[in-house]
């Protein structure tokens, strides 16, 4: 169909309404109504191009506020469909082809109908008295139509007492004027390590990723665990962009740039640690985008289980490979 905002759709429109006009009037008409039509065609037109202009200057706005307002708009629908259990309301504002990472699950969950089938349990068990709240701390176009974002969230039981808290960094896909989630992935926050509950927990795998882009993303996550498990801090901030943010659970804050990530990670270094990684899924959204996820694995040194769960980041890639614009992993939370 042409875009009647094109210049071929303008032509086509008054063709059209000429057609009609020498059809209804008669010859002698003819003459003195063309002028009209020609003003009316030229009104049309004008109409058409001062709405287009307007569509155009929205879709061009790529600035972090209009971002943020579009979060913050997602995130209201989001906590409203989640305080009336609308399971079906909730599948809806994420993608046909989704992907929903949530420390309350071991493995992801794939598509709107699977997801709005996981709300419906969720809402008629542990969370079915809470509601929710998100706040966004960051957000911003990585295209014209690929938004990210990164914040906290709390739940709340019909006391008002906060039950569980954490992060999150989401992909989003603009549609008109409203995101569609792309890829969620949150989890609570875990400053003191592991729950020992979920640690008792027997740990569930899924199928590690072999399709396309497969090379890209495992070579990524394992320079990440070799860079981890040797100590070099350095070449773990090197695989963040210059302005990457890290929102992983057990620092309970999200770290902006590549230098407070650095500082953070030789804070919060334990000796004895080693890390295993394994992606799960890898998407190139186009424009240079792409996100994955998998899980991950902590050992102490003596080869015990200390810790698993799951990630979900997003990458730009690049000539150097992928760098991350949001890595967001978390232990496992549920029971």
């Known amino acids: 169909m042409d875009n009647p905002c094109s210049l071929l759709g303008l032509i086509k429109i008054r063709r059209t309404l000429e057609r009609k006009f020498y059809y209804i009037n008669p010859l002698k008409m003819r003459i003195i109504m063309k002028y009209d039509l020609k003003s009316v065609c030229l009104a049309a037109c004008l109409t058409l191009l001062f709405s287009c202009s307007d569509q155009a200057q929205q879709n061009s706005d790529q600035s972090n506020s209009r971002a943020l307002t579009l979060v913050d708009n997602y995130s209201e629908s989001f906590s409203a469909n989640w305080a009336s259990k609308n399971a079906e309301a909730m599948g809806n504002l994420y993608a046909e082809d989704a992907v929903r990472i949530v420390s309350t699950r071991q493995t992801p969950e794939y598509g709107r109908e699977a997801i709005t089938a996981q709300f419906e349990e969720d809402f008629g068990g542990n969370f079915d008295t809470t509601e929710i709240q998100a706040t966004t701390s ?116 999200i770290i902006f740039g590549r230098d407070d990530i650095l500082e953070a990670i030789n804070q919060n270094a334990v000796a004895g640690i080693e890390l295993d990684a394994w992606s799960y899924g890898y998407r190139d959204l186009g424009n240079s985008i792409a996100i994955g996820w998998g899980g991950y694995r902590q050992l102490d040194d003596s080869g015990a289980l200390i810790g698993y769960g799951l990630w979900g980041n997003i990458w730009e890639i690049t000539t150097d490979g992928l760098k991350l614009v949001i890595e967001r992993a978390g232990a496992f939370s549920g029971e």
């Open 138 to 253: 960051k957000a911003k176009f990585l295209s014209s139509e690929i938004v990210v974002a990164t914040g906290t969230y709390s739940v709340t039981d019909n006391a008002g007492r906060v039950i569980n808290q954490g992060l999150w960094g989401n992909a989003f896909k603009l549609e008109g004027d409203t995101l569609t989630m792309l890829m969620e992935s949150a989890g609570d926050s875990t400053p003191d390590g592991m729950r020992q509950a979920s640690l008792s927990t027997p740990e569930v795998t899924d199928q590690p990723y072999e399709g396309p882009g497969a090379n890209l993303v495992n070579d990524g996550v394992s320079a990440y665990v070799l860079n981890t498990n040797t100590g070099n801090f350095s070449g773990v901030a090197d695989l963040f962009m210059p302005e990457g943010i890290q929102a992983v659970s057990n620092n309970n804050r």
